[in-house]
């Protein structure tokens, strides 16, 4: 278990690396910089002086592979350094506003996707090649198909628009406040016993999170379908009825036997349930991570930028290893161990 | 063993000699089809109180169908036809429930592949107590004794290991001797062994087939015992049925089996294996075992047979009744007796 620990933590540290450098290059050669936006070039003033002075400020007047350094040097002393527009608030502070809230979003999708998927995924199984079956694959199907940002606007449209039971965007009513405890809005609103605040935070979370949910819920579905056609026709089912146990039990039970499979594919996903939620929080005006990233993004805010991708790319690894461990827990075969070879 | 057999309605019954009035289990003319295919066409046998009997037969002689036929265990597909007695009740068609009911505390079945027919990501002691739990209302750890007393008299050193072990930490006889256990636990009147040695190592397929039979024997449970091992047939039954092609090709009681076969097929199979004593080659049986589709109307080995005759492709021959038991052929053969 150590060993294997072990081994995962240097394979993270490679990925890291790489997303730094990555995502540092991808930033410089993007076209347009964050100076030049925020002196509107062409302004009748002569500003080369004080632009000049303004970058020297920021270091970004020393050479790239400087900066590169510099910016390492940061991020392993887990400085993020502060946000370049934002009169210069700390990264990390923006983080720990944004990242409760994509949490809960996650969370909620998470469920709503699950809520969905099992129940249409044991029917599809159990009833394999009937209507039930088709249709299961079917609704699979388009879920994983139906690309998100289209989605998320049609159910604004109907279900905001047209029949106004949600509200557009946002995170609360104007007029409510919460009680700020953990900066996860729901929670904190259940936690202080603000129940018309929490009603209302579940509203403005729900077009996103169904949005979300539905795409890794067609995922969902087509991987518990088809390790539970695997399991179906194992023949410690049939021992299980010539032992007289109910039909019920035994779904159960291969249930459980398609768990573990299921519980890593849902920890491989949670990366792209946070990649979902990049374009989903933007269509929805929901001020979580990924609409962070992508305000900062306009304004070639760097330092945002890449501590909000640096800290992505850790969170999506850590989900990796826990689904990880957690197979290794529900699956008494498997053997979580360092190194090449034995699995 | 003298007793009359009671039975009125099958009309190729004649003074039949039977081990006891009303037999444990009694199959009649049972079929089994899925499509096209016919997987038994008419088999029909007795086992009574504390018996071991044989069912042996090629792969596809209908032997693992006839089986699961028993306790209702085939896929929807399938299709039954003929009866069933358990204790006089009749099994095909009985409803789901009833089945349940009768599958674990009346009739066990102990699956062929030990290492498929364990749940791998419970522990054997759930898998047991589970048993009990469903059939007895058993509170987990009572069951777990229970289940333990149960191993150590299937010769496991320590059940209480064991008990706590997967199924892929058991080493092939242990696991062999846990789905055992498992098909015991519940304490059924008949043990289906559906080729319980098969997937095991030649040197603990003895051992298991004798505490198999002990703890039967030990709680007076008949044993059905399919294999496709005539060594198994001889060391085991106490009678035997021989299937073909879904068919029971012959019927008899072990010695009068070994000793005078009357069912050409019977012959073909005792030749074609090695006895102790004999030298020189087997005889191989020409020809592969026969797929039969829709309804059977001629004698399924009459292709491999070399005491065919033309009447043999009329239609499938009657059940001719012996004093040992009964066999289904025209040109029986006489010699060995």
Same mark, same amino acid.
């Given at each position: 278990m150590l060993n294997f620990i072990l081994h995962r933590a240097g394979q993270t540290l490679i990925v890291l690396f790489g997303v730094t450098l990555i995502i540092f290059f991808m930033l410089r050669v993007m076209p347009g910089d964050p100076v030049a936006l925020m002196f509107a070039e062409g302004d009748d003033e002569d500003i080369g002086a004080a632009r000049a002075e303004f970058e020297r400020a920021l270091g970004l007047d020393r050479p790239l592979y400087v900066q590169y350094f510099v910016f390492l040097g940061d991020i392993l002393r887990l400085n993020f350094g502060n946000s370049i527009v934002r009169g210069g608030e700390p990264v990390l502070d923006m983080v720990a506003r944004a990242l409760p809230l994509t949490i809960e979003l996650s969370i909620y999708a998470l469920l709503i996707a699950l809520v969905i998927a099992v129940p249409v995924a044991i029917l599809s199984a159990l009833k394999q090649n009937t209507v039930w079956d088709r249709g299961g694959t079917a609704f699979a199907l388009i879920g994983v198909s139906l690309p998100s940002f289209w989605q998320g606007i049609m159910l604004v449209m109907f279900f905001a628009v047209w029949i106004p039971i949600f509200p557009v965007s946002g995170v609360l009513d104007t007029r409510l406040s919460i009680t700020r405890?953990?900066?996860?809005?729901?929670? %904190?609103?259940?936690?202080?016993?603000?129940?018309? *605040? *929490?009603?209302?935070?579940?509203?403005?979370?729900?077009?996103? #999170?169904?949005?979300?949910?539905?795409?890794?819920?067609?995922?969902?579905?087509?991987?518990?379908?088809?390790? +539970? +056609?695997?399991?179906?026709?194992? %023949?410690?089912? %049939? !021992?299980? $009825? !010539? $032992? &007289?146990?109910?039909?019920? !039990?035994?779904?159960?039970?291969?249930?459980?036997?398609?768990?573990?499979?299921? #519980?890593?594919?849902?920890?491989?996903?949670?990366?792209? +349930?946070?990649?979902?939620?990049?374009?989903?929080?933007?269509?929805? *005006?929901?001020?979580?991570? &990924?609409? +962070?990233?992508?305000?900062?993004?306009? !304004?070639? %805010?760097?330092?945002?930028?890449q501590g909000v991708v640096v800290l992505l790319t850790a969170m999506v690894i850590a989900a990796n290893l826990m689904a990880d461990i957690i197979h290794g827990m529900l699956d008494p075969r498997v053997k979580l161990s360092g190194g090449r070879g034995n699995k | 063993m003298t007793m009359p057999d009671t039975s009125l309605s099958d009309t190729t019954a004649t003074s039949r000699t039977d081990r006891s009035a009303t037999p444990l289990l009694r199959v009649r003319d049972l079929s089994v089809r899925f499509g096209a295919v016919t997987a038994v066409s008419s088999v029909s046998f007795d086992v009574g109180k504390g018996e071991v009997f044989g069912v042996v037969g090629e792969s596809g002689a209908g032997k693992s169908a006839t089986a699961r036929a028993i306790i209702g265990l085939l896929p929807p597909t399938a299709r039954l036809g003929g009866s069933v007695l358990y204790k006089g009740e009749e099994l095909v068609g009985a409803s789901k429930a009833r089945l349940r009911k009768v599958r674990g505390p009346e009739i066990g079945y102990v699956f062929q592949d030990a290492l498929t027919a364990l749940d791998p990501v419970r522990t054997i002691g759930a898998q047991l107590a589970e048993v009990l739990a469903v059939h007895r209302r058993m509170p987990a750890r009572q069951a777990l004794e229970v289940a333990a007393d149960l191993l150590s008299e299937l010769k496991i050193n320590d059940p209480k290991r064991t008990l706590n072990a997967y199924p892929h930490q058991l080493s092939g006889g242990m696991r062999q001797r846990a789905v055992i256990a498992a098909a015991l636990i519940a304490d059924p009147e008949i043990i289906i062994a559906d080729e319980v040695t098969s997937a095991l190592d030649v040197t603990v397929q003895r051992k298991v087939l004798d505490l198999l039979l002990g703890v039967c024997s030990a709680r007076g449970a008949g044993v059905i015992m399919i294999t496709h091992d005539l060594g198994v047939v001889a060391q085991t039954c106490d009678r035997v049925a021989v299937l073909y092609g879904g068919i029971v090709a012959e019927e008899a009681d072990v010695i009068g089996l070994f000793d005078a076969p009357r069912h050409p097929y019977t012959g073909a199979l005792l030749r074609s294996m090695p006895r102790m004593g004999e030298s020189g080659a087997f005889v191989p049986i020409p020809g592969s075992a026969i797929q039969v589709f829709g309804t059977l109307n001629t004698c399924p080995f009459a292709d491999r047979c070399e005491r065919a005759q033309p009447r043999c492709r009329e239609a499938l021959p009657a059940e001719t009744r012996t004093p040992g038991g009964s066999y289904r052929c025209i040109n029986p053969l006489e010699g060995m007796a």
């Open positions: 405890v953990t900066g996860a809005p729901f929670t %904190d609103a259940v936690l202080t016993g603000n129940w018309e *605040a *929490a009603w209302s935070v579940l509203r403005h979370m729900t077009l996103p #999170a169904l949005t979300l949910g539905t795409g890794i819920c067609g995922q969902f579905v087509r991987v518990l379908r088809s390790s +539970l +056609l695997e399991v179906k026709h194992q %023949d410690f089912i %049939d !021992a299980f $009825r !010539a $032992r &007289g146990l109910s039909e019920r !039990a035994v779904v159960r039970h291969m249930l459980h036997n398609a768990m573990p499979t299921t #519980a890593v594919i849902i920890g491989l996903r949670i990366g792209a +349930l946070l990649s979902g939620t990049i374009v989903i929080e933007t269509v929805f *005006a929901y001020p979580g991570m &990924g609409y +962070l990233l992508i305000q900062a993004i306009n !304004a070639r %805010d760097f330092p945002v930028v | -």
